[in-house]
Nanobody
Framework: QVQLVESGGGLVQPGESLRVSCAAS????????RGWYRQAPGKQRELVAS??????????DYAESVKGRFTISMDGTKTTVYLQMNSLKPEDTAVYFC???????????????WGQGTQVTVFS
């Protein structure tokens, strides 16, 4: 079984920073891409940031709304992915979900697993 556990969400004021983390554990053979989505109340889940295959040097993509403010990074083992969020705005308020595209041991298939979500609230 594979598990993604997020941490680091919270309540901040506009302009402040926050870092959320997502640690993967379990019967993982290969970790491919990692990333973060978010979902605000009444809105669809949107991709915030991702790291493509290639490990810590893999290509990084960001939503236009967070470019220049958010940075995605990963530790050397790819088991933990971080999202550093600077200059936060009220519109960044959402539940943030991490994901990992992985292959489990003994399997030839790649699957996407999700974390449980962590709340980020930016208020004046």
């Amino acid at each position: 079984q594979v598990q993604l556990v997020e941490s680091g969400g919270g309540l901040v004021q506009p302009g402040e920073s926050l870092r959320v983390s997502c640690a993967a554990s379990g019967d993982i053979s290969i970790i491919y891409s990692r990333g973060w989505y978010r979902q605000a109340p009444g809105k669809q889940r949107e991709l915030v940031a991702s790291i493509a295959r290639g490990g810590v040097t893999g290509r990084r993509d960001y939503a236009e709304s967070v470019k220049g403010r958010f940075t995605i990074s990963m530790d050397g083992t790819k088991t933990t992915v971080y999202l550093q969020m600077n200059s936060l705005k009220p519109e960044d308020t959402a539940v943030y979900f991490c994901y990992a595209d992985i292959r489990t041991r003994g399997s030839d298939s790649t699957i996407r697993v999700w974390g449980q979500g962590t709340q980020v609230t930016v208020f004046s």
